[in-house]
T-cell receptor
Framework: AQTVTQSQPEMSVQEAETVTLSCTYD???????LFWYKQPPSRQMILVIR??????QNATENRFSVNFQKAAKSFSLKISDSQLGDAAMYFC??????????FGKGTKLTVNP | EAGVVQSPRYKIIEKKQPVAFWCNPI?????LYWYRQNLGQGPELLIR????????DSQLPKDRFSAERLKGVDSTLKIQPAELGDSAVYLC?????????????FGEGSWLTVV
């Protein structure tokens, strides 16, 4: 079974600084998708960024970028120029083609002014 | 475009009472998911529908949970009778499973407290 591990239960960053959230996963498949979701206190899961495993180029969405290391099964999220609105729970998730999302336990990000 | 809509947003019930949650997915999305999220955990899949068919319900506690998706659009998740351990956020999500539509979109969730 696929598993997703987020080893940092909590992280903090100063406003305008950069922070990296870690994620590792376990799978025997070669074709899959990886995601980072943001969950504010309202509990709605909001997609931040996604990466297709067949693409070697790391995905980027404005201030958010990933470091995808397929051989190491690592998928970290970098948030640049952190803003107060970035404070939330961040979940790393794995999905093989059209099956379910498998989530990690999440990392709580605090942004200090 | 309207997102995934869920109701009710909050529900407090006594144990052994029934409760139902409703979900309206994004228009045109053929796949619908119900996830349960316990406090301090990531969401876990309860059931996945492809159109009207439940294609993955292996994690659904079938003795007390039931779900349906009539006409392949809206869905209802029911718990009867509820237990204290059922207190959680129930998230509905939907997706297109064609081409680049592999992103799963979530609703705001239904918070259940069983007392």
């Amino acid at each position: 079974a696929q598993t997703v591990t987020q080893s940092q239960p909590e992280m903090s960053v100063q406003e305008a600084e950069t922070v990296t959230l870690s994620c590792t996963y376990d799978t025997s498949e070669s074709d899959y998708y990886l995601f980072w979701y943001k969950q504010p206190p309202s509990r709605q899961m909001i997609l931040v960024i996604r990466q297709e495993a067949y693409k070697q180029q790391n995905a980027t969405e404005n201030r958010f970028s990933v470091n995808f290391q397929k051989a190491a099964k690592s998928f970290s999220l970098k948030i640049s120029d952190s803003q107060l609105g970035d404070a939330a729970m961040y979940f790393c998730a794995y999905r093989r083609l059209v099956t379910k999302l498998v989530f990690g336990k999440g990392t709580k990000l605090t942004v200090n002014p | 475009e309207a997102g995934v809509v869920q109701s009710p947003r909050y529900k407090i019930i006594e144990k052994k009472q029934p409760v139902a949650f409703w979900c309206n997915p994004i228009s045109g999305h053929n796949t619908l998911y119900w996830y349960r999220q316990n406090l301090g955990q990531g969401p876990e899949l309860l059931i996945r529908y492809e159109n009207e068919e439940a294609v993955d319900d292996s994690q659904l506690p079938k003795d007390r949970f039931s779900a349906e998706r009539l006409k392949g659009v809206d869905s209802t998740l029911k718990i009867q009778p509820a237990e204290l351990g059922d207190s959680a956020v129930y998230l509905c999500a939907s997706s297109l499973n064609t081409g680049s539509g592999n992103t799963i979109y979530f609703g705001e969730g239904s918070w259940l407290t069983v007392v």
